[in-house]
């Protein structure tokens, strides 16, 4: 006899089977949430921390969200975060440029007036605290299908010794030989012809400026394909025959990025920008690297037509507010890597990010700017895949050993590395060797020296901008005393192209950026700029205690010169380090540097020793920190460096 359920049994046994069938059906879902409980719960554990440090969300008022590209930290303690258009066309074409100033330790912010599209301008620290802008955006790119007028570079020339002229946007080109007209996008001044005279022999050499020109109208009839000497509309008599344009082929090719000239002073007190002397070369993408005698010298970037600037260099004086060309020319990519050495000379690691062409210029190397001889510096891996790596000068700056972290390949390349490169400058013979490989091989990783000699590294992409989903969501901290590295805390979101990091004066370090060119991994649906900004707390934050630097106020230290502190705290400290505050944008933080600074100690009284080397410590702010013998560090205290006369 066969036993039959009851009617209860049968029912507990269908919602049993129901049960089943639901869990199989969402048990990815079911596990997926308690494993992000777990993880949630584990990240937050205090042991987790202190070896692992943390992530927490800056909570940024909406009215102050912007597209950030650049960053930079001021002596007030304030960072200065700007976007301009924030590569965003509709912005540019608005003329919506912003700049919002941002104070981490009251979590307040304050959007600054910005005068110009400062979107892929350069900027570093200068002596009196201010923050150099110079360049920025002139026009947008357009790809070669969405050029609907004919256009390209009109040369501009003037005759007359003793007249220079400035033609206005607008200004119409007729060509002598082909009939066809184009008109000027901007302004331009062409400066008197230069005139010698020797052995009662007079000699005039027409001067020349560049200026972007288009045609009035779309349509394939009004391209040019040969050269031209082109009368300039308005003008008569003499003026007709001293100023005229010379332009090759006006067409329908991809037109890049074009670049200004404009130059600006942030001030940080005042908090607005002021404007100074432009640059001799409309820049787009340069590297701004300051001298050992305050100056700051302006390299490479897109000019006014889009191309890479051939090696016009030049220099910028704080005092007089003016820029002067190096006498001889040297050609690198867009936004070179170039650090201040203790020998006084440019060394160039080989980073780059973003034009220029593939075989020039992408050697590392030693610059003399005095007799503009480069020496190379041979010996790093995947020469093929610096662009878009990070360098850094590592703590201390006093040994000068540099390394290069990760990269890709030139332009939209699909190669990245996991490579570091380490070279120190102090041996005879230079030569670059590798470190233990990063996390991942990344474009764009962002790397930031931490006050106890170690260096914190943080996302990228394993492609270019992200495609094919491919940020990496890893971060690890590098030792250089023991050339060892370890992982820390994942970062909350990726971060690739158009992000950054910076160390803060509490110690903590903040994440911005990321411009992912698809939102998908199959390259569907454009990105969204991250707009979040994060913090990381690294774990020396973790410990129980910390050292305090008692007397809080800004103090100026001439090179070679002392200065004391009160110091208290729970453990003995160990060693002070003078940080030059970050200024950061496309990979690129030349400015960040470490100096060990000597150290003496009486009771809770410690006094500490500049470097008498304005080469290892240019002048400017620096942060003052001092780190007990677990590697904590105090909050830091602001010391001015001024110019050594």
């Known amino acids: 006899m066969r036993l039959r359920p009851n009617r209860r049994a049968r029912r507990m046994a269908l919602g049993a089977a129901a049960v089943t069938v639901l869990a199989g059906m969402n048990g990815p879902a079911i596990w997926g949430y308690a494993s992000d409980q777990y993880h949630d719960y584990k990240i937050n554990q205090p042991e987790y921390k202190e070896k692992n440090g943390h992530w927490d969300v800056v909570d940024v008022p909406r009215e102050y969200r912007i597209n950030t590209i650049h960053a930079a930290l001021l002596h007030t303690g304030k960072v200065l975060l700007v976007a301009g258009s924030g590569n965003n066309a509709a912005n540019f074409r608005a003329k919506s440029f912003r700049t919002v100033l941002w104070d981490p330790r009251n979590n307040t912010f ?157 001030d940080p007190v005042a908090e607005r920008y002021i404007p ?226 910076l160390l803060l004066p509490d110690g903590r370090v903040m994440t911005f950026g990321s411009d992912s060119l698809f939102g998908d991994k199959d390259n569907t649906r454009p990105g969204t700029f991250q707009q979040q900004i994060d913090l990381y707390t690294p774990p020396y934050l973790f410990h129980e205690g910390r050292p305090e630097i008692r007397d809080r106020g800004p103090r100026t230290v001439e090179l070679g010169g002392k200065t004391a502190y009160r110091v208290t705290g729970p453990r003995p400290v160990t060693k002070a380090r003078l940080i030059r505050p970050g200024s950061f944008t496309h990979v690129t933080n030349i400015e960040q540097r470490s100096i060990a600074l000597d150290l003496a100690r009486d009771g809770d009284r410690t006094t500490v020793t500049v470097p008498d080397d304005p080469s290892l410590v240019p002048p400017g702010w620096y942060m003052l920190e001092v780190v007990d013998d677990r590697g904590t560090p105090s909050e830091a205290v602001w010391v001015k460096v001024p110019v050594k006369e």
């Open 276 to 501: 100074v002397d432009p640059m001799q070369e409309a820049r787009w993408y340069p590297t701004l690297t300051t001298l050992q005698d305050g100056k700051v010298l302006s390299v490479s970037g897109l000019d006014e037509i889009g191309q890479v600037v051939p090696g016009k260099n030049e220099v910028y004086d704080p005092k007089t507010k003016k820029w002067t060309y190096l006498p001889r020319q040297r050609f690198f990519p867009t936004y070179p890597s170039l650090f201040l050495t203790d020998g006084g000379k440019i060394f160039y690691t080989g980073s780059n990010a973003g034009y220029g062409p593939a075989d020039q210029g992408r050697t590392p190397g030693l610059w003399d700017l005095e007799s503009n001889d480069f020496t190379e510096v041979p010996g790093i891996s995947d020469p093929d895949t610096l662009e878009t790596s990070m360098s850094v000068l590592l703590p201390p700056a006093q040994r000068q050993r540099y390394m290069v972290l990760g990269g890709g390949g030139v332009g939209e390349d699909r190669k990245s590395t996991a490579k570091t490169r380490i070279v120190d400058l102090h041996d005879p013979k230079p030569a670059f060797h590798d470190g233990p490989e990063l996390y991942s091989k990344v474009r764009y990783p962002s790397s930031v020296i931490l006050p106890d000699d170690t260096v914190l590294t943080t996302n990228g992409s394993g492609d270019y901008r992200g495609r094919g989903a491919s940020n990496v969501l890893r971060a690890e901290i590098y030792d250089p005393g023991t050339n060892k590295r370890r992982s820390v805390a994942d970062p909350l979101v990726g971060r690739n192209y158009h992000s950054g990091a």
């Open 110 to 266: 304050k959007n600054i007036p910005t005068p110009k599209d400062l979107f892929c301008a350069g900027h570093t620290q200068l002596p009196d605290g201010s923050l150099l802008v110079a360049g920025g955006t002139q026009r947008y790119e357009k790809l070669g299908g969405d050029v609907t007028k004919a256009g390209g570079l009109m040369v501009v020339h003037n005759e007359n010794p003793d007249k220079p002229m400035t033609f206005p946007a607008g200004t119409r080109f007729t060509g002598r030989g082909n009939g066809k007209t184009f008109e000027s996008k901007d302004a331009v001044l062409v400066p008197r012809a230069k005139k010698e005279t020797k052995d009662d022999r007079v000699t005039v050499t027409a001067s020349t400026a560049r200026v972007y020109v288009e045609a009035l109208k779309k349509g394939p009839k009004y391209e040019t394909g040969t050269t031209d000497n082109y009368r300039i509309e308005g003008l008569s008599g003499s003026d007709a025959d001293n100023f005229y344009g010379i332009a090759n082929k006006l067409s329908f090719d991809k037109k890049d990025f074009q670049g200004i000239k404009d130059a600006f002073e942030f």
